[in-house]
């Protein structure tokens, strides 16, 4: 009898499991049949750290993404995975899998990791060598049809191995300044291809790549490793602290400069800071020079005819800032992604911005601003006071219907920057909120970029643009130092928690001073933004 009952209670306890199970991939009063699809049956990594991402179409309201190997990396958000692999050390290719388990829908998709440097397709009709030399695989794609190589000529740098379907390319480094190449020719079936095999030199100058947006780590590595940089430093992100910049330190063939870093959002999956430097006095000299800008215009730059020291490449969607510091012999070049605006907007009619009666004035006090909110019937809606019970902040909804919200920022004589005496409780600088964005900002992924249409309604206004920290997009006027940083986001206690541009506003003479590094640990000091004390 006491066989029977817990016979009894296992069938019991194992239909409750395949209810439970079913419960997370379809509604409870619903009978669709589950179902979970991976958009790659199949993923393959090249030997050197490589990202690749999945995309998970399900009615399963859960599921799990798993791997039994640990030099295989996952990142769920949203209905993607963002797979990472670590480089493979091991001589020898590597495979393993990864399971999207649903319940009772299940997809596995096959890893596998080349032990060579590359594995590459030859459709674009080239295959670029790394500059350091090394082993690459190229996939022919052939499927199982047979195909014949002819090489053009015999050299003393690259010997070619051909397999059943791929070829591998043994290579010397290229210590010259010249690029090496030679032509193959594949056949396949009866159809021939004539392939380049390019290997670059040692470049005195640098670039940097367009990483994409979003940002491809593939496109970053590929393009690094192939002339001859190599990883020698990785900064993991941290979103459990907030964190979610991951940073790429390369050094690189040149024997000036000698690192390359790019820096990665992984929330927005976007470029925030791209540079390459040279520490030595050398280097300095060298972007003065006439082999610089040749160097530039074979690479697709145009100086700029207004700031000498900015460069545009339309081709590959890139500008480059030359930031010199001679007193210490240092040179950074700044690489920003170009985007391009998606239709024309329209703009204000003219440039209002605010009470700039109230700012930065020694007789002009806390009450001053509460005297014109009050003129103008708005509502005071938060005041932020500081531990000494000094007035840090105070925000207002305005009966305008496009710019909703003011928030001011007081000079206090606490804190780690106190304010001289008679500058104590006037206004530092304010923020103005507009209910209507594209006014002057549009929005492209999370990003937020100043229209055309603004832009050129401030700079006929005297203002030119100074810079861009990831954020804010600053411009300032040298007759007055008056300085604007403008941003879009949606902010809960602001226009009902829906999108809105802010202009904050203050003077800062000294923005203009300094190297563009400086200018940019200014503009990251200087920009009050309100939060609420907890």
């Not at 928030?407 to 008679?422: L, V």
């Amino acid at each position: 009898m006491r066989i029977t009952n817990i016979y009894q209670l296992f069938r019991l306890s194992l239909l409750s499991m395949l209810v439970a199970l079913m419960a997370g991939c379809a509604e409870k009063d619903s009978f669709e049949q589950p179902y979970l699809n991976a958009s790659e049956k199949e993923i393959n990594f090249s030997g050197q750290v490589d990202e690749q991402t999945i995309t998970v179409n399900t009615n399963c309201k859960e599921w799990i993404a798993t791997t039994p190997k640990a030099w295989i990396h996952l990142t769920v958000n949203g209905n993607q995975i963002a797979v990472k692999a670590d480089p493979n050390t091991t001589g020898a290719e590597r495979s393993s899998y990864i399971l999207v388990d649903g319940g009772l829908a299940v997809e596995k998709i096959a890893v596998t990791q080349s032990s060579s440097d590359f594995t590459l397709s030859i459709a674009n009709g080239e295959i670029m060598l790394p500059q350091a030399g090394g082993t690459t695989s190229v996939d022919v794609g052939n499927g199982d049809n047979t195909y014949e190589l002819r090489q053009h000529e015999t050299t003393d740098w690259l010997q070619i191995v051909k397999k059943k379907h791929a070829l591998k390319f043994y290579s010397k480094p290229n210590y010259t300044t010249t690029e090496r190449k030679t032509t193959l020719t594949l056949t396949v079936g009866e159809k021939p291809f004539s392939v380049v095999v390019r290997q670059p030199g040692v470049a005195l100058f640098i670039l940097a790549c367009n990483p994409g947006n979003p940002f491809s780590i593939h496109k970053m590595m590929d393009y690094e490793i192939r002339r001859g940089s190599i990883l020698s430093e990785y900064g993991s992100p941290d979103p459990d602290n907030g964190i979610y910049e991951e940073s790429y330190f390369f050094k690189t063939p040149s024997p000036l400069f000698k690192d390359v870093v790019y820096v990665h959002d992984t929330e927005h999956s976007t470029a925030t800071r791209i540079y390459t430097r040279s520490l030595v006095k050398e280097g300095v000299d060298a972007v003065k020079s006439q082999a610089f800008q040749d160097f530039l215009t074979a690479n697709g730059y145009t100086r700029d005819a207004k700031d000498t020291n900015h460069y545009v490449n339309i081709k590959d969607q890139m500008t480059m800032d030359v930031d010199i510091m001679e007193s210490n012999n240092s040179v950074v070049l700044f690489f920003d992604q170009i985007h391009t605006q998606d239709r024309p907007y329209d703009t204000f009619t003219h440039l209002d911005l605010g009470p700039l009666a109230l700012l930065n004035q020694k007789d002009k006090k806390i009450s001053d601003v509460e005297s014109f909110e009050a003129g103008q019937k708005s509502e005071e809606v938060k005041r932020q006071v500081s531990r000494n019970r000094e007035i840090e902040a105070l925000v207002y909804k305005t009966t305008d219907p496009v710019q909703v919200a003011r928030t001011y920022f007081f000079y206090m004589r606490g804190g780690d920057n106190p304010a001289a005496a008679d500058m104590v409780g006037s206004v530092e600088q304010y923020i103005l909120s507009f209910s209507q964005p594209n006014l002057g900002i549009w929005q492209y992924g999370n990003e937020w970029f100043i229209t055309r249409e603004f832009d050129k309604l401030l700079t006929s206004n005297g203002f030119e643009f100074v810079s861009y920290n990831g954020r804010h997009h600053v411009y300032a006027r040298r007759s007055d130092y008056l300085t604007l940083a403008i941003s879009g986001g949606k902010y809960s206690d602001v226009n009902d928690g829906k999108p809105v541009m802010q202009i904050s506003v203050l003077y800062k003479p000294s923005l203009f001073a300094g190297s563009r590094q400086q200018r940019m640990a200014k503009i990251e000091r200087m920009i009050k933004e309100y939060k609420t004390r907890k």
